[in-house]
């Protein structure tokens, strides 16, 4: 079942902060944020291991809750460069390497 | 190492063609994905190699989707009979080792059938 991600869209002016949740129906081992614009490859962000491990960008923090199989990434004092759509990814299946990504949010940036 | 590279970037073709495109991951990646992604929707899981071996397969690829990775290097999908739903982005991206390092992927290639 594919990652359940929310808000599907949300419009932000330069400096606010925004939460992108993501929500898996099963039990994750890791969780990956990617961004992506328009007519580009998505692009690595984050890892959250369980743990409580982390790697990614400094300016991007996310949290990874384990029980409620959930992640949520946090853009603070958003940029123009934040604008595109957020997928986070997940394992489809435990104990193989299938991977699929959330249904993304799309987030704009205004000036 | 020049990153993922995915060829053609753009492919137009009547339906009932059949297409086949091509991955060239970052070398020595042992895993290599496809993806299909749809305008405004999240990349969709077709297939994953691990070297040469294909280990899981969608069951949206139906049979006239097959994708092979020779020699565990490269790798191409192929489209059979191509019908106007399979227009979409075809995307690839490879790994090395698990899922706790990045996942690098193309810039895709762009299906449109006609």
């Known amino acids: 079942q594919q990652p359940v991600q929310s808000p599907q869209a949300v419009i932000l002016r330069e400096g606010e902060d925004a939460v992108i949740n993501c929500s898996s129906s099963?039990?994750?081992?890791?969780v990956h944020w990617y961004r992506q614009k328009h007519g580009e490859a998505p692009v690595f962000l984050m890892i959250l291991l369980k743990g409580g491990e982390q790697k990614g960008h400094e300016k991007i923090s996310a949290s990874f809750n384990e029980k409620k199989q959930q992640s949520s990434l946090y853009l603070t004092a958003s940029q123009l460069s934040y604008s595109g759509t957020y997928f986070c990814g997940t394992e489809g299946t435990s104990g193989t390497y299938k991977y699929i990504f959330g249904t993304g949010t799309r987030l704009k940036v205004l000036a | 190492d020049t990153g993922v590279s995915q060829d053609p970037r753009h492919k137009i073709t009547k339906r009932g063609q059949n297409v086949t495109f091509r991955c060239d991951p970052i070398?020595?990646?042992?895993?290599l994905y496809w993806y299909r992604q749809t305008l405004g929707q999240g990349p969709e899981f077709l297939t994953y190699?691990?070297?040469?071996?294909?280990?899981?397969k969608s069951r949206l690829l139906s049979d006239r989707f097959s994708a092979e990775r020779p020699k565990g290097s490269f790798s191409t999908l192929e489209i059979q009979r191509t019908e106007q739903g399979d227009s979409a982005m075809y995307l690839c991206a490879s790994i090395q080792g698990g899922w706790d390092t990045e996942a690098f992927f193309g810039q895709g290639t762009r299906l449109t059938v006609v």
């Open positions: 070398s020595e990646h042992n895993r």
């Open positions: 099963k039990a994750l081992y890791s």
């Open positions: 190699f691990q070297n040469e071996a294909q280990l899981e």
